[in-house]
């Protein structure tokens, strides 16, 4: 019922960002046939718009009457048109270039400007906030019905990439309205293809501290649980995200300089390397959140079994300091079913027996379960799985051979809780999860593992957004005045 009503849920609003997207395309197109052979042109202080005259006679230049400064070229062929300023004095502008395209559009070749630019970039500003609200909006329903999914970890990303795009093109859109003399199209263009750079520069400090963090990390965790690749993902990532921001000083911001071809080359690859950095992060931090807001979320008092996942034991067999505090989380959500429902619950503690452990994870629990005083009556031991791939699918059998109708609360450290429930569903469980606490610097790997895991699951929306940015800074840095 809670997938149904999620997916219907998500289908509306899925339908609303198709309607906005059709509404925005046809909103400027419309904006634009109607702005067609119109140009707006702003000059400086001093100059008066009564003073230029074309040269060709391919535009009429009409001025604003209520502002001298303002002036409306009108096509009336097609080509390129000197518009000279007769009234030019020394160290003033003489002259404005503007081309006529077909259709009877007007560029302005000095800044960029063409017929319709305003409406074009207010209309912009509005569709990307729109999309935002909804993005936010269908992010906050699936962590609420479907947070255990690679799926709303994409959307938690894509809403902190589009809030940055939102806010960037809000404050370029307010200054070209407010002063459109200094700021033009020209400016519009630069702003966008920096505005992975300037993602970059603003969250430095946090990358900063979470690289450091990350090498911090995979030294505990080789120490704990030894050598394996998942263990040195941190010093990876770390080592890409510092190389990231080298080749942003020592790359992206050096000074271009060259053929105007290769200027224009050279910057549609910058601004697409930084975008994407920009964008991988969001990704990344979106992880993060998710594995927070997973820990921090109430989990329903109406559970049938509790599963406790299974990890390293002492070589005497008894668990340690790690899976003591899961089944110290166990009993702690049971009692409290127990205060506030008077509903009982039976205990599932999952894992087989290592190579190098004298009993299985599961009789460690099922020991130190008894010893707090839970009956062995509530207790089902699962002692095969050899992983929480295997802890889920086991656990699952012997629940469902105990009840037909369970309800199911997996227990594990907090930094697990989110791989957890996404493994869990894909295991075809129904599961909430509850986490104990743990030291913070098992956090950083854990949010590693997800990012991997989100950049697999979800490839082809990755490549598309990849695509999407070529595209997009290739035509922004082929139009754009030099």
Not at 20 to 27: A, N, P, Q, R, Y
Not at 163 to 180: E, H, Q
Request: hydrophobic residues 45%.
């Amino acid at each position: 019922m809670k997938d149904h009503t999620n997916n219907k849920q998500q289908r509306k609003l899925g339908i609303a960002m198709l309607v906005i997207t059709i509404l925005f395309i046809v909103s400027m197109f419309a904006g634009t046939m109607v702005s067609m052979g119109e140009l707006d042109i702003y000059l400086p202080d001093g100059i008066s718009a009564e003073g230029f005259v074309p040269e060709n006679g391919i535009v009429e230049i009409s001025a604003d009457t209520y502002n001298s400064r303002h002036m409306i070229v009108h096509a009336k062929g097609r080509g390129k048109e000197y518009l000279i300023n007769q009234k030019a004095e020394e160290c003033q502008p003489s002259f404005e270039y503007v081309k006529v395209l077909r259709g009877g559009m007007i560029v302005n070749e000095a800044n960029g400007n063409y017929s319709g630019y305003k409406s074009s970039v207010v209309m912009t500003a509005v569709y990307v906030l729109m999309m935002e609200i909804l993005l936010a909006v269908s992010f906050v329903i699936r962590c609420k019905n479907d947070l255990f999914s690679y799926t709303t970890i994409y959307f938690g990303g894509a809403v902190l990439f589009m809030a940055g795009v939102a806010v960037s093109l809000a404050v370029v859109t307010l200054k070209m309205m407010s002063d459109p003399i200094t700021y033009t199209m020209a400016y519009f263009y630069s702003q966008i293809k920096g505005a992975g750079s300037t993602f970059m520069l603003f969250s430095l400090p946090l990358l900063l501290v979470f690289s450091l963090a990350l090498p911090i990390s995979n030294i505990s965790l080789i120490r704990r649980e030894g050598l394996n690749f998942v263990n040195v993902l941190g010093f990876i990532l770390s080592g890409l995200i510092l190389l990231s921001y080298l080749v942003e000083i020592f790359y992206v911001g050096r000074n271009i300089s060259g053929s105007e071809t290769y200027v224009r080359i050279t910057g549609a690859i910058d601004s697409t390397l930084t975008t994407c950095f920009a964008y991988l992060e969001d990704m990344l931090i979106s992880a993060m959140l998710c594995g927070i807001i997973s820990v921090k979320r109430k989990v329903a008092f109406d559970k049938t079994h509790v599963m406790i996942l299974g990890c390293a034991i002492s070589d005497d067999g008894t668990p340690l300091p790690l899976l003591a505090g899961r089944v110290d989380r166990a009993i702690e959500f049971a009692n409290a079913q127990k205060a506030a429902t008077g509903k009982g619950i039976k205990f599932v503690p999952s894992g087989g027996q290592g190579s190098d452990e004298v009993i299985s994870e599961a009789e460690s629990m099922r020991r130190y379960l008894i010893s707090k005083g839970i009956s062995d009556d509530d207790i089902i031991a699962e002692d095969k799985s050899a992983n929480t791939e295997e802890n889920m699918r086991f656990s699952l059998e012997k629940i469902r051979a105990d009840c037909e109708e369970p309800k199911i609360v997996f227990s594990t450290s907090n930094y697990h809780v989110l791989r957890s429930g996404i493994i869990s569903k894909n295991e075809g469980l129904d599961a909430d999860g509850v986490g104990s606490k743990t030291r913070w610097y098992f956090w950083p790997n854990a949010a590693v593992r997800e990012f991997v895991g989100l950049l697999v699951s979800k490839k082809k929306e990755h490549a598309f957004w990849a695509v999407f940015f070529i595209v997009l800074f290739a035509v922004i840095n082929m139009i754009m005045p030099m």
